[in-house]
Structure formats: C-alpha cells, structure tokens
C-alpha cells in the first residue's frame, strides 16, 4: 500500500509563491513517476506537473510553464511543487498521485494509482 501526504498549501498574494511537498509511504518511491494535480470547485481534476522516477524528466501544463517546478529527493520519499507569480486562478486543490505501473511518465490522471488527500491553495487577488 502506498500512501501520500500533501503539505504546504495556503492563502497566499497574486505573485507570490508557494511550495508543496508531498511524502510518500513505501520502499521503492525510486520506481514510481509522481505528478501534481490540481481541482478548482466546478471544474474536472488537471494535470499540473510530472516527473519521472529519477527525475531526470519533467513535464509541465501550459498553464503553470515557466512558474513552476517540480522535483524529486529519493532518500527522503518526497516530491515538491514550487509554484510561483501565482494567480488567482491557480486556487484549487492539489494533489499529489504516484503512477507505479507505467513505464514512462503520464500526465493523464487515469495512469496514476495513488492519490493524497489534497492541500489547498488559494491565491488572493
């Protein structure tokens, strides 16, 4: 059984930033892919940001390219997502979710097998 848990979520300005992180239970983290998702009220769940098992490739919506970032640490189990010129219309739930069957990394939500609870992020105008 793999878990996840999300940190880091927030109230935060219009342009300011804000980084996620998200632990993640069991001993082989090192062989699965791990994306971000986000889900604003009303709106179906979207792929944020991925990274591969060795984090050696990202990818990215269009949405968020160019202000966030994400990486992995495999000693700690951990991913991150660190967003910034963050704008009112990056507020919703994010999730954190591991893919561990895939062999190459996925930004359909269908793909992953393991999700987190989900951190709020709102940003204020």
């Known amino acids: 059984q793999v878990q996840l848990v999300e940190s880091g979520g927030g109230l935060v300005q219009a342009g300011g930033s804000l980084r996620l992180s998200c632990a993640v239970s069991?001993?082989?983290?090192?062989?699965?892919?791990m994306g971000w998702f986000r889900q604003a009220p009303g709106k179906e769940r979207e792929f944020v940001a991925g990274?591969?098992?060795?984090?050696?490739?990202?990818s990215y919506a269009d949405s968020v390219k160019g202000r966030a970032t994400i990486s992995r640490d495999n000693a700690k189990n951990t991913v991150y997502l660190l967003m910034s010129s963050l704008k009112p219309e990056d507020t919703a739930v994010y999730y954190c979710a591991a893919d561990t069957t895939s062999l190459f990394l996925k930004s359909g939500y269908l793909s992953y097998d393991y999700w987190g609870q989900g951190t709020q992020v709102t940003v204020s105008s």
């Open positions: 990274i591969n098992r060795s984090g050696g490739r990202t």
């Open positions: 069991g001993r082989t983290f090192s062989s699965y892919h």
